[in-house]
């Protein structure tokens, strides 16, 4: 399994950006899809962005579509979000997931994802 480290997450107020990032270790990096998924106080922890193992496929969730951009650089074993204009409902913790398996990586339950990062806050203030 892959090990993910995610620094990063912060503070930010409603209407800025941050970005993400999640490092991958002891696994073939180009060999994962790779996922973010976030989960907000009360709330099932749900799909946000996803990128193929090649970089060509990506998927978003309705919710952050045309704000957050999800990128990978597999020369650096590691996987981006870019989030722009944030809002309040965008306070979470998210997590990086990486899977080696072949699995629809938007519509699969999070439960599946068989990697995961300790997860980063990222709070919005209004």
């Known amino acids: 399994q892959a090990q993910l480290v995610e620094p990063g997450g912060g503070l930010v107020q409603a209407g800025g950006s941050l970005r993400l990032s999640c490092a991958a270790s002891g696994c073939t990096f180009s060999s994962y899809a790779m996922a973010w998924l976030r989960q907000a106080p009360g709330k099932e922890r749900g799909f946000v962005a996803g990128i193929s193992r090649s970089g060509v496929s990506i998927y978003y969730a309705d919710s952050v579509k045309g704000r957050f951009t999800i990128s990978r650089d597999n020369a650096k074993n590691t996987v981006y979000l870019q989030m722009n204009s944030l809002t309040p409902e965008d306070t979470a913790v998210y997590y990086c997931?990486?899977?080696?398996?072949?699995?629809?990586?938007?519509?699969?339950?999070?439960?599946?994802?068989?990697?995961w990062g300790q997860g980063t806050q990222v709070t919005v203030s209004s």
């Open positions: 997931a990486a899977d080696s398996r072949r699995l629809p990586i938007a519509t699969m339950s999070s439960q599946l994802w068989g990697s």
